[in-house]
């Protein structure tokens, strides 16, 4: 953030509007304080779990969960937490099932789709949001495809970063170059095998493979250790439980959405991002990032914030507080 903020003197510019400074980026009509809305660590009771979080932002804000993939944490919301807590949302970034240390049931049943969207509602009901915003990226944003898809009455928005819909990554899978890029998958269903993945070398393999992929290998070493840390087996068994629902997360999706694309992304290429658009039946925009890798949220935020921010502002989320 310092870097961030550093950046700003030069890069944009800064006014005094009723006595308190605040700066526009260059090429923006939005003006944002100057000082960064403060991210607080919080932690949600929600369907018998608790669920550690990342929290910015007014609570009587709308609303924006985000949802991190693997395998990562919310530590990868901080930039989205700080522009969203400044435009006046509530936003709320959960370590998600099998990351946090309170919400992690044992059998690989126990993550499947079907329990991981369960989780999202009972975590917006326990912040006291009958609708909200839903940011996902990578198996954060497979699960914000389901919920968007079997509960439009509560989700006001749907931004999808990377991940494309599941019934056009399905399709997909019938290329060479899809399945190539999912080859991976297989290993990380491996029981014992794939834990193994994370201690060897101390978690240098894990991180040398990240790094491969695109995502910097601070980065990659700040994920590795973070899951090294909490044990990989419950993120794992998102992997292990694919395929034990049959019908869980391939209906089309009516609420208005937002889906992000790097032309970069080694995990899903531009069939399964094109092929997306026939599974949204409401407004629908892909923003194309030239250049951009999978680590969207980590690498790509501020090429982004304002077109998110602007999505979330066109569709309120009406009928909602919040209360963490």
């Known amino acids: 953030m310092q870097g961030r903020n550093k950046s700003i003197a030069v890069a944009n510019e800064e006014r005094v509007v009723h006595g308190h400074a605040w700066w526009r980026k260059r090429g923006s009509d939005r003006l944002l304080p100057c000082e960064p809305v403060a991210i607080q660590r919080t932690r949600i009771n929600a369907g018998g779990f608790d669920f550690d979080a990342l929290a910015s932002g007014p609570k009587s804000g709308e609303l924006v969960l985000l949802l991190h993939g693997f395998p990562q944490s919310s530590s990868i919301w901080r930039g989205a937490l700080a522009t969203l ?4 949302y509530r936003a709320v970034a959960p370590d998600q099932r099998g990351y946090s240390l309170g919400a992690r049931p044992e059998g690989v049943d126990e993550y499947r789709i079907s329990a991981l969207s ?12 009958k609708r909200f915003h839903l940011i996902g990226h990578d198996w954060g944003g497979t699960v914000a495809w389901t919920v968007a898809g079997e509960h439009p ?6 931004t999808a970063i990377s991940t494309p819909h ?3 990554l399905r399709t997909a899978l019938h290329s060479t170059s899809q399945r190539a890029r999912m080859a991976y998958i297989p290993l990380l269903q491996l029981p014992k095998a794939a834990e193994m993945l994370f201690d060897a070398g101390g978690g240098a393999l894990a ?8 995502l910097p290998h601070s980065r990659a070493r700040r994920d590795v250790a973070s899951l090294r840390r909490s044990g990989p087996t419950g993120p794992l068994n998102w992997y292990r439980a694919l395929g034990r629902d049959t019908t869980a997360h391939v209906k089309p999706v009516s609420v208005p959405t937002l889906h992000v694309w790097g032309t970069r992304d080694v995990a899903f290429g531009r069939q399964a991002t094109e092929l997306t658009a026939r599974h949204v039946t409401g407004e629908y925009h892909l923003l194309e990032l030239d250049g951009g ?4 949220p980590d690498e790509h935020w501020d090429d982004i914030e304002d077109v998110v921010v602007d999505h979330l502002r066109a569709h ?9």
């Open 85 to 88: 807590g400044t435009a006046g």
């Open 153 to 158: 009455d509560r989700v006001a928005t749907l």
């Open 118 to 129: 369960d989780d999202v509602l009972d975590i917006a009901g326990a912040l006291g949001a």
């Open 293 to 296: 890798s999978h680590w969207i």
């Open 316 to 324: 309120r989320a009406a009928g909602q507080s919040s209360s963490t």
């Open 207 to 214: 991180e040398a493979a990240l790094v491969v992929t695109g």
């Open 166 to 168: 599941t019934a056009a």
